[in-house]
Structures are given as structure tokens and as C-alpha cells.
């Protein structure tokens, strides 16, 4: 019998929380992963920091991954290189809300290169690469965002993007999922006034500004991005169809062949999911209130059913409808042992 020896390491010394260049940072270390770093600048007396992230010594790990996006972006950094003479963006103070990763970085360096001025927080609590937003603030830029924040956390840090000050009133949001857009207008109502054009990116948005033009408060020009074609014929369903596999793998492990797998919408998303399953070797079943998406799904090879016909018996379901309630509780009580549950939709409310 082979006999395992545990070595044991000798222990590091631990880090001290600090504050980064007197009053105007903060960061915290990675070893109090559990305490959200927005209490520990309240607590040590910045309510109003000039960034936010949880470990500011990570900047370098974080600037290589930037760069390595660089490299797979090659539209957007030709954009910067032409227009960052003319400075197009020149007076635009842009508040963002959207995932905090490498190639959104290139997005918010490429922004800034043309002359704008942003302050970022994260729209999702758990998608932030923390060692990106790292490097974004040691470069100088107003980042809020770590990964696990907490509820409060999350709308402190939209806050801390949207608040008015002496030297900060932005005119402009590019947001994802409406939420930057829904507390500016809550919160900061006078100061919304100033804002020249609102940019959404998801369905979840989109939707959520269709609602406030009905009720007549959207009293500024927004823009579809979601419903452009490079985004419903590529992101949504190219980038889609690799990150649900990428996901679910890092997160279960899981061996798709021969896998029952059902997935509730058949959008640009939903396509995207499906091809991807059905290629991996499972069997897909889809379930559409769109007659239309329907009948491609039908088209396609998948089985359209209600989702009540094979939630017993399904390994994997996923939600890619942008509506909210698709999985309740009465569903996941009559799901087998062991089923997978994954919402590819902007927020939370897919999965009841």
C-alpha cells in the first residue's frame, strides 16, 4: 500500500488590511474573503472611496489577462488606435454597470483612451474577475467591484458610480440588466436629468426600459444594444454556446453524454445552449411560448415540450428566457436527485 505523507507548509505571514495612499483608496487582502472590503472602508472612515476591490496587490496578474484579451479583440483595439487622437468622447462621464472582466476592461481602457471619464461597478455579484478590477484601479480608474459581493454591496457599489459630486455628474450609462439605470433614477432623480443617452446591453434591460417608457418616466434616449445584430447573431448565440459548456464544467464536472437536458427559451441564447448540448451528446428537449422560436426549435431537431412533461426526468435544466419564474419551487421539488439547474439569463429571477 502506497502511504501519502502530508507536509505540512510553513505559514505565511499574514497580511494586514490597509489602506492604499492615505484617504482616497481602499483594498483589502485576499484573506478575508468573507468580509465584503465596502465595511472595511466604512468602518475605517472612507464612505467614499476613489475605488473599491478586494485585493489592489493583484493588479499585475490582472494586467496580463487584460493584455491577453487585447489580443482577441483586434475591432475594438483598432477603434482605439484611430480615434484616440480626436478624443471623440471628450466631456462624456459614463457611468457603467456590466461585468468586470478582461474584455470588458479593454472596453473601459478603450472608452477612457478616447477621452471619456468612467466610474464601474459590476452587474453581476459573482462574475468579477477580481485581480482585473485590480489592475483597472491601480491604472487610475473609479472600479467597484469584487466577486461575492453582497446585496448591500452591490447597490453600494452602483451608488458610488451614480452619486453626484463637485467633480463628478455623469451624462451617460452603458448598463447591463438596468440596474445602474433603475437606481439613478430612484436615488438620484435631479441628477438623472443631466443624462444624454442611456446604452443596455441585455434582455433583462431592455425589457426594464420598455416598462419605464410605458410609464412614461424614461425622459432620456436609450439604445437597444441587445437587439443589434452583433449582438443577437454573435454574442448571444456564438459566445453563448461555448461559456454554458465552459460553465457547467468548471462548476459540476459533469459528463454530457447521454444527458437529458431541457432548456426553457429558444432565443438567439437558447440556440446556442442547444447546439452545444446536442453536440456534447445530450438529449434536448426545449420548451418555447414563441410559436415561431417554436417551430425552429422543431426544425432543429429538438423535441418542444411544456416543461411539466420532463422536469421528472430531465439531468440538466437551463433557463434562457429573460422572464422571470420559468423554475419555481413546485418544479425543482419534482426534479430527480442530483439535477442541474443553471439560468444563462441576466438576473436572478429565472429560477424562482
Request: proline share 3%; charged share 25%.
Amino acid at each position: 500500500m502506497e502511504t501519502v505523507t502530508e507536509v505540512k507548509k510553513p505559514k505565511a505571514a499574514k497580511k494586514r488590511y490597509s489602506i492604499v495612499s492615505g484617504s482616497d483608496f481602499w483594498s483589502s487582502s485576499d484573506e478575508d474573503e468573507g468580509v465584503q472590503p465596502h465595511e472595511k472602508a466604512i468602518a475605517a472612515g472612507q464612505p467614499n472611496p476613489a475605488y473599491c476591490v478586494r485585493n489592489i496587490e493583484q493588479h499585475a496578474f490582472g494586467r496580463r489577462e487584460i493584455e491577453i484579451a487585447e489580443q482577441e479583440m483586434p475591432g475594438i483595439m483598432a477603434l482605439r488606435a484611430r480615434a484616440k487622437d480626436d478624443k471623440p468622447l471628450k466631456d462624456a462621464k459614463i457611468v457603467g454597470c456590466t461585468h468586470i472582466n478582461a474584455q470588458t476592461a479593454v472596453l473601459i481602457e478603450t472608452l477612457a483612451a478616447l477621452g471619456a471619464t468612467v466610474r464601474w461597478a459590476a452587474c453581476n455579484i459573482y462574475s468579477t474577475q477580481n485581480e482585473v478590477a485590480a489592475a483597472l484601479a491601480h491604472a487610475g480608474y473609479a472600479i467597484f467591484a469584487w466577486r461575492g459581493e453582497s446585496e448591500e454591496a452591490f447597490w453600494w457599489c452602483i451608488d458610488q458610480c451614480c452619486t453626484p459630486t463637485a467633480t463628478w455628474t455623469p451624462n451617460m450609462i452603458l448598463d447591463d440588466g438596468g440596474d445602474a439605470t433603475h437606481l439613478m433614477l430612484k436615488k438620484h432623480a435631479a441628477a438623472f436629468k443631466h443624462i444624454k443617452g442611456i446604452v443596455e446591453e441585455s434582455v433583462t434591460g431592455v425589457h426594464r426600459l420598455y416598462q419605464l417608457s410605458k410609464a412614461g418616466k424614461l425622459c432620456v434616449p436609450a439604445m437597444n444594444v441587445n437587439d443589434s445584430v452583433t449582438k443577437t447573431k454573435f454574442d448571444n448565440l456564438y459566445s453563448c454556446r461555448e461559456s454554458i459548456i465552459d460553465a457547467l464544467k468548471r462548476s459540476t464536472d459533469l459528463m454530457f453524454g447521454g444527458k437529458q437536458s431541457v432548456v426553457c427559451g429558444y432565443g438567439e441564447v437558447g440556440k446556442g445552449c442547444c447546439q452545444a448540448l446536442k453536440a456534447l451528446g445530450c438529449v434536448v428537449y426545449v420548451t418555447e411560448i414563441d410559436p415561431i422560436c417554436a417551430l425552429q426549435a422543431a426544425m432543429d431537431g429538438f423535441r418542444v415540450v411544456k416543461l411539466n412533461e420532463v422536469i421528472r426526468q430531465v439531468d440538466i435544466v437551463i433557463t434562457a428566457t429573460g422572464n422571470k419564474g420559468v423554475v419555481t419551487r413546485e418544479h425543482m421539488e419534482r426534479m430527480k436527485n442530483g439535477c442541474v439547474v443553471c439560468n444563462m439569463g441576466h438576473s436572478n429571477t429565472e429560477v424562482d
